[in-house]
């Protein structure tokens, strides 16, 4: 939306529902949060600090501040466009803190901008921050997985379309996309209104874009790449459609934050698909199995059993899991 110039109408326009009738993006259920005013005097502070151009909208975003969870406010072209989040900036009003994109992603990290702190992540997530991992992803790795049972992504990813049937034409995250090999297919369906592809990794993401850019059939119009840490998701609660996680859980370091995490974005009637490997498989013989226990520095496996109490744990609704050797795609709702 363009910005209108007198400050009455920036503080009507502020507070308005969140999407402009010119967003390229439009979410369909947003009713809670389109019912909720941005007070005028904060409304105009962030417009200031903002310096609003005619041609640049400011508006609330789809993307929620990673620390409070309030919708951030976007300086730049409006819309899940690769280029358009590329050149805006993002700002929370609450916290006050920016977010702008590195190289080709948009760092909504709670991290991002720090200057002296780092954070060290468990080593199976610190590993797909490696350069050599990232670029080999694709390139090999991935492939490796069919050995454990997966079918392969342009199965995995008919399984998960069909398990997403009813969140046709809302908003999907790739949550862990890597180097975005289903978040692209995700694209090209032409399924979603749009998909934000999202992986801690820095060098995933940048992959990701490599691999977006040498695609000339997939468009760049309804696509982000974001870096966000899976236990601290840059949306507001009940905002997105879908969510996606492919070869994942096994990563991440605390499962239990993250699915919750998962759950509090959701809508109601939302869709969780998620893959990973197994702890064993009904066929790993008894004696084997106590050698298969979880340690801090390895992968965290999960039993079949396992990942069901976690998703009924967290409130989701409707699990249905399918199992091959060691690998488990599994579904979940928001009630
Ligand atoms: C095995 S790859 C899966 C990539 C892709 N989804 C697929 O199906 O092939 C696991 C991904 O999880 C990501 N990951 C690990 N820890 C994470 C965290 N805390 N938050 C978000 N992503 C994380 C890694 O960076 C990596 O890209």
């Given at each position: 939306m363009s910005v209108a110039t007198s400050p009455l109408h920036q503080i009507q326009f502020l507070k308005?529902?969140?999407?402009?009738?010119?967003?390229h993006f439009r979410p369909r259920r947003f009713h809670s949060l389109t019912q909720r005013t941005i007070p005028a005097i904060s409304a105009v502070a962030a417009e200031t600090e903002l310096h609003?151009?005619?041609?640049?909208s400011v508006e609330a975003d789809v993307f929620a501040c990673p620390i409070c969870y309030e919708p951030l406010i976007r300086?730049?072209?409006?819309?899940?466009n690769l280029s358009a989040i590329y050149r805006s900036g993002f700002m929370c009003k609450i916290c006050k803190k920016s977010y702008t994109s590195k190289d080709r992603y948009l760092d909504l990290t709670?991290?991002?901008?720090?200057?002296?702190y780092t954070e060290i992540q468990p080593a199976r997530t610190e590993l797909f921050r490696s350069p050599l991992v990232s670029f080999l992803y694709e390139r090999g790795w991935r492939q490796n997985f069919r050995q454990s049972g997966f079918p392969g992504p342009d199965e995995e990813f008919k399984m998960a379309q069909e398990y997403f049937k009813s969140a046709r034409g809302g908003l999907l995250v790739d949550v862990s996309?890597?180097?975005?090999l289903f978040s692209r297919k995700f694209v090209k369906s032409?399924?979603?209104?749009g998909v934000v592809a999202l992986d801690f990794s820095e060098n995933m993401l940048r992959q990701c874009y490599d691999f977006i850019k040498k695609d000339?059939?997939?468009?760049?119009?309804n696509i982000a790449l974001v870096r966000a840490d899976v236990s601290r998701l840059p949306f507001a609660s009940g905002s997105v459609d879908a969510v996606h996680a492919g070869a994942a859980l096994h990563c991440w370091p605390s499962p239990s934050n993250a699915v919750a995490e998962i759950t509090r974005i959701l809508r109601s009637g939302g869709v969780f698909v998620g893959s990973t490997f197994l702890r064993?498989?009904?066929?790993?013989?008894w004696f084997i199995r106590p050698f298969r226990e979880r340690t801090p520095q390895g992968y965290g496996y999960l039993t079949e059993e396992e990942i069901r109490d976690l998703c009924t744990s967290c409130g989701l609704t409707n699990y249905s899991s399918k199992t091959q050797q060691a690998f488990i795609m599994f579904t979940a709702q928001k009630p």
């Open positions: 308005c529902p969140r999407f402009s009738s010119k967003s609003t151009q005619q041609d640049q300086k730049g072209s409006p819309g899940l709670v991290t991002a901008g720090l200057k002296d996309c890597g180097s975005g032409g399924t979603y209104s000339d059939t997939l468009s760049t119009t064993y498989s009904s066929s790993t013989p």
